[in-house]
């Protein structure tokens, strides 16, 4: 059975001060953790190292919101897989909307799959987000856009195992909207990108992949969310800053780990 994982995506939110504030308020409100869910939170690369430091002893790990393919040299601004491991992070969210629609020069997929394979070989695992937009959607090409992001995304990664690799689906017209996927929705998406992974990377090792959800997860939608069969948990943006609302989801994740006794 796999194990369900909650991932707070902090984007480019909170100073010093109040970052450590939340992981105060987290530690306190997520004591002891569910023994079964993984918890993680990706604040911005220069809170990794001190974040590193609140979270010591909690149980609650850490993850980076993006690196750079290449593993030193003439990148100005850029952060190496081996400069985030330094720091004790485990994750690296890759590939999010933001990046690929929004900031800068718009990441694709070639650098994507560069990055998934960098993050691999320095023994990290890569969240990698994929989705459609909402044209996309309309235009019925939803399942088409998540199958090219992902077999794009794992060239060169076909040997991959499970617990090497996080999947997050992410419709982008879900993102900070407070428009949900539907339970439905999410997942028909994620079955799509499970049936995908198998053909990919093999049954087993899709078998074992977690795909969480992400897109205006909330705590009065994440538990019906998360109980579909294909949905291991979520990858969680705005409710990710309040420590109420992301140990509240969190939590709802825990029940749908609970194996269900037999009558
Ligand atoms: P949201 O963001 O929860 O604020 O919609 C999710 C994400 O971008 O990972």
């Given amino acids: 059975m796999r194990r369900k994982f909650v991932a707070g995506n902090?984007?480019?939110n909170l100073t010093l001060a109040p970052a450590?504030?939340?992981?105060?308020?987290?530690?306190?409100?997520?004591s002891p953790l569910p023994p079964n869910v993984d918890v993680a939170v990706c604040p911005p690369f220069v809170y990794l190292f001190p974040m590193?430091?609140?979270?010591?002893?909690?149980?609650?790990?850490?993850?980076?919101?993006?690196?750079?393919?290449?593993?030193e040299g003439a990148f100005t601004g850029e952060v190496s897989v081996a400069m985030i491991a330094d720091t004790g992070a485990r994750y690296v969210i890759l590939g999010h909307s933001e990046r690929r629609h929004t900031i800068g020069h718009h990441e694709d997929?070639?650098?994507i799959a560069r990055r998934l394979r960098a993050v691999r070989a320095g023994?990290?695992?890569p969240i990698l987000?994929?989705?459609?937009?909402?044209?996309?959607?309309?235009?019925g090409q939803t399942n088409d856009v998540l199958s090219f992001q992902l077999a794009a995304a794992l060239i060169g990664s076909e040997s991959i195992t499970a617990a090497e690799l996080i999947i997050a689906y992410e419709p982008v017209w879900a993102i900070g909207t407070g428009q949900n996927a539907t339970p439905a929705q999410a997942q028909d998406a994620h079955a799509h990108i499970r049936r995908d992974l198998r053909r990919i990377v093999g049954s087993a090792t899709a078998d074992g992949v977690r795909i969480l959800y992400g897109?205006?997860?909330k705590p009065d939608n994440a538990a019906e969310i998360f109980a579909q069969p294909d949905v291991d948990g979520g990858l969680i943006g705005g409710a990710s800053l309040s420590a109420d609302s992301f140990a509240a989801i969190v939590r709802a994740a825990a029940p749908a780990a609970q194996p269900?006794?037999?009558r």
């Fill in 10 to 12: 902090w984007k480019m």
């Fill in 20 to 30: 450590r504030a939340l992981v105060a308020a987290l530690r306190e409100r997520l």
């Fill in 52 to 71: 590193a430091k609140s979270l010591d002893g909690s149980g609650l790990q850490l993850g980076a919101q993006n690196a750079y393919e290449e593993p």
């Fill in 109 to 111: 997929d070639r650098m």
């Fill in 123 to 125: 023994k990290l695992v």
């Fill in 129 to 139: 987000c994929i989705g459609e937009t909402l044209a996309e959607r309309k235009a």
């Fill in 215 to 217: 897109g205006s997860v």
């Fill in 260 to 262: 269900v006794s037999a």
